[in-house]
């Protein structure tokens, strides 16, 4: 419970999806939030206070000249003990305001009088959105040090579809925990690999292997969160990229293993999270092979490279992590997968418990040995990855695979 006890203020405009502003404070009340509301005008034309009042548990405040506020320094007060301001839905009318500094109501004056870091989720339609001046607005802010979660694409209410669904209440919550996450990564170039690689038997059909990308994703997400700058080398997956991170999507073994090549050299940390085809068809068929008459079917297949091994031999190796999902003695094949593509660090699974699913539970092999991790969800168990690695190369272990 990464927000338990925090103290937060949550900003509600005026948009359609400040209904969805009443779920986004359950969730932080429920995380044992501190959830102080403040309202425009506009955002009570579409939920009311009392709502919020009922599901925080505290006064919702929505006039500058609140005669509750003792010394009528309500701009002031109301948000000097929080910890992070989050204004959700963030409507276009109130970044233009918080970009050219206004304070004209009750909200924009506690985010100009603020102290404490400011998140933002917008929430508009996909005109307004990609109108110029919206545009510009955001990169003030974003230069101004203001946090942005999201928006989306999707349907929008106005019937159109396009950039400029607020997140859900949920994608939100993540984004304020990642706020709070330590960084130890920070200044760090991280190069992470994941999902499965696609090789070609002919125009339709591939070898593959069962990968979701999801555990390789957490933890380019949570070496962002670290502070890191994150490059995801990424095989073919259904998943978004994490905020935040540039991902390059590739589909066969070689194609990663090209673009590593480039990127591994300049990257401080490497983790190869990605399922590698440990194959390659060697004659690639041009057409479509057609269904023979009964009988069976022979493929050559030659081997791919093992990019993990290669970086990990490079003279200024950055410091690497291997992923390993092994069906059967797992301490045992870890350690000597560990051993051969000589990484300092091994994290290891039960790929029967992991594949696919969104939790999972790790051993890591290091010199100190063996350390379980979960059953927890897999951006959980990232950021423990993340901090053990930060814990490593601050503890200045062997973090270089040739030592
Ligand atoms: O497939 P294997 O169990 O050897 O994978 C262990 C580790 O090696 C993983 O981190 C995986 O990303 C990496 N690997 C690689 N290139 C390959 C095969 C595996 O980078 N061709």
């Given at each position: 419970m990464t927000l338990k006890g925090k103290k937060f203020l949550l900003g509600v405009t005026g948009?359609?999806?400040?209904?969805k502003a009443a779920q986004l404070a359950r969730l932080l009340v429920k995380e044992g939030a501190d959830v102080r509301v403040a309202m425009t005008e506009a955002a009570t034309r579409f939920v009311t206070p009392v709502t919020l009042q009922a599901l925080t548990g505290q006064a919702v405040w929505t006039d500058l000249?609140?005669?509750?506020?003792r010394d009528n320094m309500g701009h002031i007060e109301?948000?000097?003990?929080?910890?992070l301001i989050v204004v959700a839905p963030a409507t276009a009318d109130f970044l233009a305001k918080l970009a050219g500094g206004l304070a004209d109501d009750l909200l924009s004056t506690l985010c100009a009088a603020r102290r404490s870091p400011l998140l933002v989720a917008p929430a508009m339609n996909v005109e307004m959105w990609e109108n110029a001046a919206t545009q510009r607005n955001v990169h003030t802010l974003r230069g101004d040090g203001v946090h942005f979660a999201g928006p989306a694409a999707g349907d929008q209410a106005c019937g159109e579809v396009g950039m400029g669904r607020m997140l859900e209440p949920e994608e939100i919550l993540a984004e304020i925990e990642a706020l709070f996450q330590p960084k130890p990564l920070a200044g760090k170039r991280v190069l992470v690999t994941a999902g499965p690689t696609e090789e070609p038997i002919d125009p339709v059909r591939v070898i593959t292997n069962a990968s979701s990308g999801k555990m390789g994703y957490a933890v380019a997400r949570a070496a962002r969160e670290a502070g890191a700058r994150v490059t995801l080398v990424s095989g073919p997956t259904a998943l978004d990229a994490p905020a935040g991170v540039q991902r390059i999507a590739v589909r066969t073994a070689e194609q990663m293993f090209e673009a590593v090549k480039k990127l591994a050299p300049d990257s401080d940390l490497f983790f190869g999270v990605a399922a590698v085809s440990d194959y390659r068809v060697k004659n690639r068929a041009a057409q479509k092979i057609k269904k023979g008459a009964g009988g069976g079917m022979t493929l050559e297949l030659i081997e791919n490279p093992d990019i993990l091994a290669w970086v990990a031999a490079?003279?200024?190796?950055?410091?690497c992590v291997g992923f390993a999902a092994e069906s059967e003695k797992l301490a045992e094949n870890a350690q000597a997968k560990r051993a051969k593509k000589d990484v300092p660090l091994l994290v290891a699974n039960l790929a029967q418990r992991a594949l696919g699913a969104d939790d999972s539970e790790v051993t890591l092999f290091d010199d100190d040995g063996r350390h379980p991790l979960g059953p927890a969800p897999k951006l959980e168990l990232a950021r423990e990855i993340v901090a053990h690695v930060a814990r490593m190369l601050a503890g200045e272990k062997r973090t270089r695979a040739k030592a």
């Open positions: 948009g359609i999806a400040a209904y000249w609140d005669p509750r506020v109301l948000s000097r003990d929080r910890e490079l003279k200024d190796a950055p410091f």
